[in-house]
């Protein structure tokens, strides 16, 4: 229980679905997230500044020259959004990061000629040009996690009672038949006390929802078939 809110002049209890499911809260999330978005930033501008340090130091480039290996490319690779926005940014990360990681190999062998002047000025266009862009979409997409921070509540009432949970978000309000829906083995439920305990198909696709029995959210009451459906 997050707290109490008033909605039209009733008090009700605010419960926070993502505590309530073991999930971390959603504030937590966007930390994290946003700090390792700012973190790898900070990577690059680093990475420019150590090949441009190591040419007019005259020695080796030692961080890493593949873009699917630095700490950015791994977690790029794997991390998949789950944000409307950040969605739609995210591809533009791929071409400007890979284009940074490129000029390594280009500035090593311009050094092996003894042209540190073309090295530099590559280094020179690199950060005003790849660098400036892959900063750019790191805003972007640090704008777009803090505006998905605002979360919504619903209302359950069931008879005279009601109570307040937050959920990320309301995508669609839709009946789900009985017959779409399965209950999980008991094995994963052995004191009957789950708030998810069965599983359902959406009527017009294939999308797997986890359904969320309302009444175990309810302090001291008997659940009952009302459910909401959450995306799995």
């Not at 944000?83 to 940014?89: A, C, G, P, Q, R």
């Not at 937050?166 to 004191?191: F, G, K, N």
């Not at 006390?193 to 986890?210: F, G, K, N, P, Y």
Request: proline share 3%; charged share 30%.
């Amino acid at each position: 229980v997050r707290g109490v809110i008033d909605v039209r002049g009733e008090v009700m209890q605010v419960i926070d679905l993502r505590l309530r499911l073991g999930m971390p809260h959603l504030t937590k999330e966007i930390d994290e997230l946003v700090e390792i978005l700012r973190a790898r930033e900070e990577d690059h501008r680093n990475w420019i500044r150590e090949l441009e340090a190591s040419v007019r130091e005259r020695r080796s480039f030692t961080l890493a020259r593949d873009p699917h290996q630095c700490k950015f490319g791994k977690w790029y690779d794997t991390y998949q959004p789950t944000n409307t926005e950040l969605v739609s940014i995210w591809s533009g990360f791929d071409q400007p990061h890979k284009r940074i990681h490129a000029i390594a190999d280009v500035v090593t062998e311009h050094e092996k000629r003894g042209e540190f002047e073309q090295a530099l000025a590559i280094i020179d266009q690199t950060r005003a040009t790849a660098l400036a862009v892959l900063v750019r979409e790191f805003a972007a997409a640090t704008n777009a996690v803090l505006r998905s921070s605002r979360e919504v509540v619903v209302i359950l009432e069931r008879d005279a009672d009601a109570l307040a949970i937050t959920v990320d978000s309301a995508d669609v309000v839709e009946t789900i038949q009985a017959a779409d829906m399965m209950d999980l083995p008991a094995l994963l439920d052995r004191e009957g006390t789950a708030v998810i305990s069965r599983t359902a198909r959406r009527e017009h696709s294939d999308d797997l929802l986890l359904v969320l029995d309302t009444g175990k959210l309810f302090p001291d009451r008997v659940a009952e078939p009302e459910a909401i459906a959450l995306r799995a």
